[in-house]
């Protein structure tokens, strides 16, 4: 992402994330959960006040703010583990629109485009009735330490309004979670519309997704070098994928990166190939998810709309977020091999 482009708001979220998650891994590196948890005026107030007696009758929400100064994946994850906790900790969601419109990526309306929010109360309808916001504090949802602080943080605002907002970038590994929630609402939403897509349906229509841009203009970033899979990586699944597929139909490949056709030479091995290289974000990502199969990248971008697509998808296994255990995910070595175990899934 070029920080240039971003607002005086972008810049001043995306440091903000970075020094709180800073701050968190400092004190839980040096288990100091306690000291880290007390910084927050939330996690004070459930000390002091405990649960208190008098509940009030209705519900109160949770949020998660997407980061305006990220890609739409990484809005998309915060905005998927806000719903998710929401739910585990008994609350109603409020919906927090993406970055606003001025930020290229929002430009084309994402919430729309995905379908979410329209069936979510808005956190900004709940300020205008008097809700208060109350900062929840970083926390491991693995931990179940930390999740029953943050439960004795909701617990102890129960008999106020209020709407808890996620630290920023508060993670979830295991997003597929709620993976069903995010297809139904995002197949609502395009049902209104028509997806124009360059696939011939009577052909088996392969999309791989090459993430490049933002790691190759800045090569010394060891944060976005792990994020990096060789173009012979993308060349051994797509060998091993065409040796695995059985149908009687042609099967195309279609490449979704950002450079030139030069840039790959490795893949002139392999017909049928068309280069979506200019391609915008959400016709991209329409592709990603409507593909008979999908090779993702170590990106956020390709993992959503891997989320959505009802085909194979084949991902590598070192990552980030989690996938399901189910048939159609094929997990891959960051060298392009594939056990025979995830082969077999094919079979079936």
């Known amino acids: 992402m070029d920080i240039s482009k971003l607002t005086f708001d972008e810049l001043c979220y995306k440091w903000r994330s970075k020094i709180h998650t800073w701050i968190y891994m400092r004190d839980i590196e040096t288990l100091d959960i306690e000291g880290y948890f007390r910084r927050y005026a939330s996690y004070r107030h459930a000390l002091k006040t405990g649960v208190p007696g008098n509940k009030r009758s209705g519900e109160n929400f949770l949020t998660a703010v997407p980061n305006p100064g990220a890609g ?14 929401a739910r585990l900790f008994g609350l109603k969601f409020a919906h927090v629109p993406f970055s606003d419109e001025h930020h290229p990526l929002t430009a084309d309306k994402w ?16 300020s205008e009735e008097g809700f208060e916001e109350i900062v929840l504090p970083l926390f491991d ?14 617990d102890s605002y129960s008999d106020r309004k209020v709407v808890f907002v996620c630290e920023q970038d508060q993670f979830l590994k295991d997003l597929f979670l709620i993976q069903d929630d995010l297809q139904n609402r995002f197949r609502k939403a395009r049902a209104r519309q028509g997806d124009r897509l360059r696939y011939d349906k009577r052909c088996f229509n392969i999309a791989v997704h090459v993430r490049r841009g933002d790691i190759l203009a800045d090569q010394e970033n060891p944060n976005l070098a792990m994020r ?55 016709s991209a990502f329409l592709h990603l998810m409507y593909a008979d199969l999908l090779i993702t990248s170590k990106s956020s971008f390709s993992y959503k709309p891997a989320l959505l697509n009802n085909g194979v998808k084949v991902c590598p296994r070192h990552f980030w977020h989690g996938y399901p255990d189910a048939d159609d995910w094929i997990l891959c070595e960051d060298d392009g091999t594939i056990s025979e175990n995830e082969i077999r899934k094919l079979m079936i």
């Open 111 to 126: 919430d729309g485009f995905l379908g979410l929010g329209n069936d979510e109360i808005k956190c900004k309808d709940l």
């Open 228 to 282: 990096y899979l060789a173009n012979d990586y993308y060349c051994n699944v797509i060998r091993e994928m065409l040796k695995a597929i059985k149908t009687d139909k042609e099967i195309q490949l279609y490449v979704f990166s950002q450079g030139d056709a030069r840039d790959y030479p490795e893949f002139n091995e392999f017909d049928n190939m068309h280069w979506c290289l200019d391609m915008d974000a959400q």
């Open 141 to 154: 949802g693995n931990d179940k330490e930390q999740l029953r602080r943050i439960k004795d943080i909701v």
């Open 72 to 85: 739409i994946g990484h809005q998309m994850a915060n905005w998927m583990a806000g719903f998710y906790y």
